[in-house]
């Protein structure tokens, strides 16, 4: 059973940081591609940052650009999402996604998703 659990979420003012984590089981995470993406209430999830299977090709919102950084340890399963100088247009739900083959800054290539991680930004 494929299963992928974020965490790091929580309350931030703006101009602070917080680090996701994707920790995923049950499959060979090594030679997945994964993505993160965020859904804020009313609007429809969209991309963040993807991250190729080795590491070694990173993609960003380009609006993100800058503020946030993705990264992934294939030796503990996990991929990251580093985020700094949050804004409170940046509260949203956190999805970590898993096995994306199509363009990463789609949705509908993911496999797997997460249940998700909350973060809000206070002004």
């Known amino acids: 059973q494929v299963q992928l659990v974020e965490s790091g979420g929580g309350l931030v003012q703006a101009g602070g940081s917080l680090r996701l984590s994707c920790v995923v089981s049950g499959r060979t995470f090594r030679t997945d591609a994964m993505g993160w993406f965020r859904q804020a209430p009313g609007k429809e999830r969209e991309f963040v940052a993807g991250?190729?299977?080795?590491?070694?090709?990173?993609y960003y919102a380009d609006s993100l650009k800058g503020r946030f950084t993705i990264s992934r340890d294939n030796a503990k399963n996990t991929v990251y999402l580093q985020m700094n100088s949050l804004k409170p247009e940046d509260t949203a739900v956190y999805y970590c996604?898993?096995?994306?083959?199509?363009?990463?800054?789609?949705?509908?290539?993911?496999?797997?998703w997460g249940q998700g991680t909350q973060v809000t930004v206070s002004s």
């Open positions: 996604a898993a096995d994306a083959r199509g363009l990463l800054k789609s949705a509908s290539s993911y496999y797997y």
């Open positions: 991250i190729s299977w080795s590491g070694g090709g990173t």
